[in-house]
């Protein structure tokens, strides 16, 4: 089992930033493909970003390539998603999965374990 803890979210202004984290523990040695995924009220979830387990291979969705940034640290066991430029169509509950597939999946199936999700608003 891997349990999933995000943080950083919060209530900024639009255009401000915001860099969530996700830490990982458990059985951590695996090496998993993280992703974050974010679900607004009345849509669908939607993969935002994914990162491989050395990092090589990324994935973002059209509507945060150039603000978004996905990073890891294997080391510390958490991955980050660094927000810039934030609209207020990015307001959602962010989610961090992991997956054991690779390269990076975009079904939702394909992760198996996932966080209880971060609240980001984003006040225009």
Request: charged letters at 15%; one cysteine or more.
């Given at each position: 089992?891997?349990q999933?803890?995000?943080?950083g979210?919060?209530?900024?202004?639009?255009?401000g930033?915001?860099?969530?984290?996700?830490?990982a523990?458990?059985?951590?040695?695996r090496?998993?493909t993280?992703?974050?995924?974010?679900?607004?009220?009345?849509?669908?979830?939607?993969?935002?970003?994914?990162?491989?387990?050395?990092?090589?291979?990324?994935y973002?969705?059209d509507?945060?390539?150039?603000?978004?940034?996905i990073?890891?640290?294997?080391a510390?066991?958490?991955?980050?998603?660094?927000?810039?430029s934030l609209k207020?169509?990015d307001?959602?509950?962010?989610?961090c999965?992991?997956s054991?597939?690779?390269?990076?999946?975009?079904?939702?199936?394909?992760?198996d374990?996932?966080?209880?999700?971060?609240?980001?608003?984003?006040?225009?």
């Open positions: 089992q891997v999933l803890v995000e943080s979210g919060g209530l900024v202004q639009a255009g930033s915001l860099r969530l984290s996700c830490a523990s458990g059985r951590t040695n090496r998993y993280m992703g974050w995924f974010r679900q607004a009220p009345g849509k669908e979830q939607e993969l935002v970003a994914s990162i491989s387990w050395i990092g090589g291979s990324t973002y969705a509507s945060v390539k150039g603000r978004f940034t990073s890891r640290d294997n510390k066991n958490t991955v980050y998603l660094q927000m810039n207020p169509e307001t959602a509950v962010y989610y999965a992991a054991p597939s690779t390269p990076p999946p975009l079904q939702r199936g394909s992760y374990y996932w966080g209880q999700g971060t609240q980001v608003t984003v006040s225009s």
